[in-house]
Protein backbone atom coordinates (compact mmCIF):
# COMPACT_ATOMS: atom_id res chain seq x y z
CA UNK A 1 0.00 0.00 0.00
CA UNK A 2 1.49 3.75 -0.99
CA UNK A 3 1.08 6.30 1.93
CA UNK A 4 0.12 9.63 0.61
CA UNK A 5 2.72 11.97 -0.04
CA UNK A 6 2.63 14.37 3.30
CA UNK A 7 0.87 17.64 2.28
CA UNK A 8 2.28 19.45 5.05
CA UNK A 9 4.74 22.63 5.60
CA UNK A 10 7.10 21.61 8.46
CA UNK A 11 7.57 25.14 8.91
CA UNK A 12 3.96 25.99 9.60
CA UNK A 13 3.36 23.01 12.06
CA UNK A 14 6.51 24.74 14.24
CA UNK A 15 5.11 27.93 14.56
CA UNK A 16 1.82 26.81 15.35
CA UNK A 17 3.26 24.15 18.20
CA UNK A 18 5.76 27.17 19.38
CA UNK A 19 2.84 28.70 20.21
CA UNK A 20 0.89 26.09 21.73
CA UNK A 21 0.47 27.30 25.72
CA UNK A 22 -1.01 30.34 23.68
CA UNK A 23 -4.18 28.59 22.37
CA UNK A 24 -6.88 29.33 25.06
CA UNK A 25 -5.84 33.05 26.24
CA UNK A 26 -8.68 34.94 24.82
CA UNK A 27 -6.16 38.24 24.69
CA UNK A 28 -3.10 36.11 23.42
CA UNK A 29 -2.12 35.57 19.32
CA UNK A 30 -5.19 33.11 18.86
CA UNK A 31 -7.93 36.11 20.12
CA UNK A 32 -9.21 36.47 16.89
CA UNK A 33 -10.39 32.38 16.27
CA UNK A 34 -11.92 33.46 19.95
CA UNK A 35 -13.80 36.14 18.46
CA UNK A 36 -14.45 34.39 15.75
CA UNK A 37 -15.99 31.03 17.61
CA UNK A 38 -19.26 32.19 18.36
CA UNK A 39 -19.74 32.97 14.81
CA UNK A 40 -18.90 30.19 13.18
CA UNK A 41 -20.80 27.89 15.50
CA UNK A 42 -23.65 29.88 14.93
CA UNK A 43 -23.07 29.38 11.41
CA UNK A 44 -22.77 25.63 11.50
CA UNK A 45 -25.77 24.80 13.38
CA UNK A 46 -27.88 27.34 11.72
CA UNK A 47 -26.29 25.22 8.09
CA UNK A 48 -26.91 21.66 10.14
CA UNK A 49 -27.23 19.29 12.96
CA UNK A 50 -24.45 18.81 15.21
CA UNK A 51 -25.90 16.59 18.64
CA UNK A 52 -25.15 13.14 17.33
CA UNK A 53 -23.00 13.80 14.52
CA UNK A 54 -20.18 12.13 14.17
CA UNK A 55 -18.21 14.96 13.44
CA UNK A 56 -13.84 15.47 12.24
CA UNK A 57 -12.65 18.69 13.09
CA UNK A 58 -9.15 18.92 10.56
CA UNK A 59 -6.46 21.11 11.91
CA UNK A 60 -7.65 21.45 15.48
CA UNK A 61 -5.47 23.36 16.98
CA UNK A 62 -5.73 24.22 20.13
CA UNK A 63 -9.48 22.75 20.52
CA UNK A 64 -10.73 25.95 20.34
CA UNK A 65 -14.26 25.31 17.85
CA UNK A 66 -13.64 21.21 18.66
CA UNK A 67 -14.84 21.66 22.35
CA UNK A 68 -17.89 23.71 21.64
CA UNK A 69 -18.64 21.43 19.13
CA UNK A 70 -18.41 18.52 21.84
CA UNK A 71 -20.66 20.86 23.99
CA UNK A 72 -23.29 20.77 21.17
CA UNK A 73 -23.35 17.31 21.81
CA UNK A 74 -21.26 16.53 18.39
CA UNK A 75 -18.78 12.96 18.89
CA UNK A 76 -15.99 15.09 17.94
CA UNK A 77 -12.67 14.13 17.10
CA UNK A 78 -9.76 16.88 16.18
CA UNK A 79 -6.70 16.30 14.45
CA UNK A 80 -3.84 17.89 13.70
CA UNK A 81 0.19 17.15 13.19
CA UNK A 82 1.07 19.73 15.78
CA UNK A 83 1.52 17.51 19.04
CA UNK A 84 1.91 20.10 21.40
CA UNK A 85 -0.92 22.09 20.22
CA UNK A 86 -2.75 18.52 20.36
CA UNK A 87 -1.89 17.87 24.33
CA UNK A 88 -3.04 21.66 25.48
CA UNK A 89 -6.20 20.90 23.21
CA UNK A 90 -6.63 17.47 25.46
CA UNK A 91 -6.16 18.98 29.21
CA UNK A 92 -8.05 21.67 28.18
CA UNK A 93 -11.30 19.07 27.28
CA UNK A 94 -10.49 17.74 30.02
CA UNK A 95 -10.34 20.35 32.43
CA UNK A 96 -13.50 21.71 30.74
CA UNK A 97 -15.43 18.17 31.39
CA UNK A 98 -15.78 17.38 28.14
CA UNK A 99 -14.75 14.37 25.71
CA UNK A 100 -13.81 15.12 22.43
CA UNK A 101 -10.81 13.00 21.28
CA UNK A 102 -7.68 14.33 19.23
CA UNK A 103 -5.43 12.72 17.30
CA UNK A 104 -2.00 13.74 15.77
CA UNK A 105 -2.77 12.64 11.75
CA UNK A 106 -3.53 13.93 8.71
CA UNK A 107 -5.99 14.42 6.82
CA UNK A 108 -5.06 12.23 3.98
CA UNK A 109 -4.09 9.28 6.05
CA UNK A 110 -7.24 9.41 8.50
CA UNK A 111 -9.20 9.37 4.83
CA UNK A 112 -7.48 5.90 3.87
CA UNK A 113 -8.28 4.78 7.57
CA UNK A 114 -11.99 6.30 8.16
CA UNK A 115 -13.71 6.48 4.41
CA UNK A 116 -17.55 8.14 5.04
CA UNK A 117 -16.80 7.77 8.40
CA UNK A 118 -18.28 10.85 8.87
CA UNK A 119 -21.53 13.46 9.28
CA UNK A 120 -20.34 16.43 9.70
CA UNK A 121 -16.14 17.61 8.64
CA UNK A 122 -15.00 20.60 9.60
CA UNK A 123 -12.00 22.56 8.52
CA UNK A 124 -10.99 25.93 9.56
CA UNK A 125 -8.35 28.45 9.06
CA UNK A 126 -6.74 25.32 8.01
CA UNK A 127 -6.37 25.67 4.33
CA UNK A 128 -4.16 28.57 3.75
CA UNK A 129 -1.24 27.08 5.84
CA UNK A 130 -1.32 23.97 3.53
CA UNK A 131 1.13 23.03 0.22
CA UNK A 132 -1.80 21.53 -1.39
CA UNK A 133 -5.26 22.97 -1.08
CA UNK A 134 -6.47 20.25 -2.73
CA UNK A 135 -5.14 17.24 -1.63
CA UNK A 136 -7.01 17.99 1.63
CA UNK A 137 -10.61 19.08 -0.22
CA UNK A 138 -10.17 15.18 -1.13
CA UNK A 139 -9.76 14.11 2.03
CA UNK A 140 -12.54 15.75 3.80
CA UNK A 141 -14.68 14.55 0.34
CA UNK A 142 -13.48 10.91 1.62
CA UNK A 143 -14.23 11.18 5.24
CA UNK A 144 -17.29 12.71 5.09
CA UNK A 145 -20.29 10.30 4.57
CA UNK A 146 -22.45 10.32 1.35
CA UNK A 147 -25.30 12.99 1.80
CA UNK A 148 -22.60 14.53 4.63
CA UNK A 149 -21.69 18.31 5.09
CA UNK A 150 -18.26 19.78 5.02
CA UNK A 151 -17.52 23.22 6.46
CA UNK A 152 -14.40 24.96 5.06
CA UNK A 153 -12.99 28.66 6.23
CA UNK A 154 -9.82 30.53 4.44
CA UNK A 155 -9.56 33.50 3.75
CA UNK A 156 -9.87 35.45 -0.03
CA UNK A 157 -6.60 36.58 -2.38
CA UNK A 158 -7.17 40.22 -3.43
CA UNK A 159 -5.68 43.52 -2.40
CA UNK A 160 -8.19 43.93 0.23
CA UNK A 161 -7.59 40.79 1.95
CA UNK A 162 -3.78 41.39 2.00
CA UNK A 163 -4.57 44.79 3.60
CA UNK A 164 -6.74 43.80 6.12
CA UNK A 165 -5.16 39.93 7.06
CA UNK A 166 -1.51 41.23 6.34
CA UNK A 167 -0.90 44.60 6.88
CA UNK A 168 -3.60 44.97 8.84
CA UNK A 169 -3.42 42.23 11.60
CA UNK A 170 0.46 41.85 11.31
CA UNK A 171 1.93 44.96 11.16
CA UNK A 172 -0.78 47.54 12.35
CA UNK A 173 -2.80 46.37 15.22
CA UNK A 174 -0.66 43.41 15.75
CA UNK A 175 -3.78 40.90 16.23
CA UNK A 176 -1.50 37.98 15.29
CA UNK A 177 2.45 37.64 14.79
CA UNK A 178 4.15 38.84 11.75
CA UNK A 179 4.81 35.66 9.30
CA UNK A 180 0.95 33.80 10.31
CA UNK A 181 -0.02 34.39 6.63
CA UNK A 182 1.31 33.63 3.63
CA UNK A 183 -0.54 35.89 0.82
CA UNK A 184 0.27 33.46 -2.14
CA UNK A 185 -1.12 30.74 -0.21
CA UNK A 186 -5.16 32.84 0.27
CA UNK A 187 -7.66 31.34 -2.23
CA UNK A 188 -10.74 32.89 -3.54
CA UNK A 189 -13.88 31.38 -3.78
CA UNK A 190 -14.05 29.96 -7.10
CA UNK A 191 -10.77 28.33 -6.92
CA UNK A 192 -12.00 26.75 -3.81
CA UNK A 193 -15.42 26.04 -5.36
CA UNK A 194 -13.54 24.59 -8.40
CA UNK A 195 -11.37 22.41 -6.17
CA UNK A 196 -14.10 21.18 -4.04
CA UNK A 197 -16.36 19.52 -7.03
CA UNK A 198 -13.25 18.74 -8.34
CA UNK A 199 -12.94 16.40 -4.92
CA UNK A 200 -16.73 15.19 -5.74
CA UNK A 201 -18.20 18.24 -3.18
CA UNK A 202 -21.10 20.45 -4.13
CA UNK A 203 -20.97 24.19 -3.19
CA UNK A 204 -24.58 24.77 -0.71
CA UNK A 205 -23.31 28.16 0.94
CA UNK A 206 -20.85 30.70 1.02
CA UNK A 207 -20.80 33.20 3.64
CA UNK A 208 -18.51 36.07 4.39
CA UNK A 209 -17.04 37.09 7.72
CA UNK A 210 -16.44 40.77 8.14
CA UNK A 211 -14.23 42.41 11.01
CA UNK A 212 -15.50 45.87 12.34
CA UNK A 213 -12.20 47.76 12.00
CA UNK A 214 -13.24 50.43 14.92
CA UNK A 215 -14.88 47.65 16.99
CA UNK A 216 -12.83 44.73 15.59
CA UNK A 217 -16.04 42.57 16.54
CA UNK A 218 -16.76 39.97 13.72
CA UNK A 219 -20.38 39.41 11.52
CA UNK A 220 -21.24 37.41 9.26
CA UNK A 221 -22.76 38.84 6.34
CA UNK A 222 -22.16 38.51 2.35
CA UNK A 223 -18.95 40.43 1.86
CA UNK A 224 -16.69 37.41 0.91
CA UNK A 225 -13.54 39.76 0.71
CA UNK A 226 -11.66 38.94 3.00
CA UNK A 227 -12.16 35.93 5.17
CA UNK A 228 -15.09 33.28 4.55
CA UNK A 229 -17.13 30.07 5.25
CA UNK A 230 -18.00 27.57 3.01
CA UNK A 231 -20.17 24.50 2.99
CA UNK A 232 -19.45 22.03 1.07
CA UNK A 233 -22.24 18.66 0.72
CA UNK A 234 -21.37 15.53 -0.67
CA UNK A 235 -24.26 13.88 -3.04
CA UNK A 236 -25.94 10.99 -1.49
CA UNK A 237 -25.00 7.95 -3.11
CA UNK A 238 -27.20 6.75 -5.81
CA UNK A 239 -30.11 4.46 -5.10
CA UNK A 240 -30.70 1.55 -8.11
N1 LIG B 1 -8.91 25.10 13.08
C1 LIG B 1 -8.46 25.76 14.28
C2 LIG B 1 -6.99 26.18 14.22
C3 LIG B 1 -6.59 27.02 13.03
S1 LIG B 1 -4.85 27.45 13.01
C4 LIG B 1 -9.34 26.96 14.55
O1 LIG B 1 -9.82 27.55 13.58
O2 LIG B 1 -9.53 27.32 15.70
C5 LIG B 1 -4.22 26.29 11.81
C6 LIG B 1 -3.99 24.90 12.38
O3 LIG B 1 -3.64 24.07 11.27
C7 LIG B 1 -2.81 24.79 13.37
O4 LIG B 1 -3.25 24.10 14.51
C8 LIG B 1 -1.74 23.98 12.61
O5 LIG B 1 -0.98 23.14 13.46
C9 LIG B 1 -2.61 23.17 11.69
N2 LIG B 1 -1.95 22.70 10.48
C10 LIG B 1 -1.12 23.36 9.65
N3 LIG B 1 -0.76 22.57 8.61
C11 LIG B 1 -1.41 21.38 8.81
C12 LIG B 1 -1.45 20.16 8.06
N4 LIG B 1 -0.78 20.01 6.94
N5 LIG B 1 -2.23 19.16 8.55
C13 LIG B 1 -2.94 19.31 9.70
N6 LIG B 1 -2.92 20.45 10.43
C14 LIG B 1 -2.16 21.46 9.99
Known sequence: MTTPAPNVD????????????????PHGEFAPLHRL????LAYLKRETTLAGARLVDVGCGGGILTEALAREGAHALGIDLAPASLEVAELHALEAGLAPKYRCIAAEALALEAPGAFDVVTCMELLEHVPDPASTLTALATLVRPGGDVFVSTINRNLKSF???IVGAEYLTRTVPKG???YARFI????LGRAARAAGLGVSDITGVVIDPLTREFSLGPDV????LM?????QAPTS
Not at 12 to 19: M, Q, R, T, V
Not at 188 to 191: F, Y
Request: glycine share 8%; proline share 8%; net charge neutral.
Open 10 to 25: AAEIGKFDALAGRWWD
Open 37 to 40: NPLR
Open 163 to 165: LVA
Open 180 to 182: THD
Open 188 to 191: RPAE
Open 225 to 228: GVNY
Open 231 to 235: HLVRP
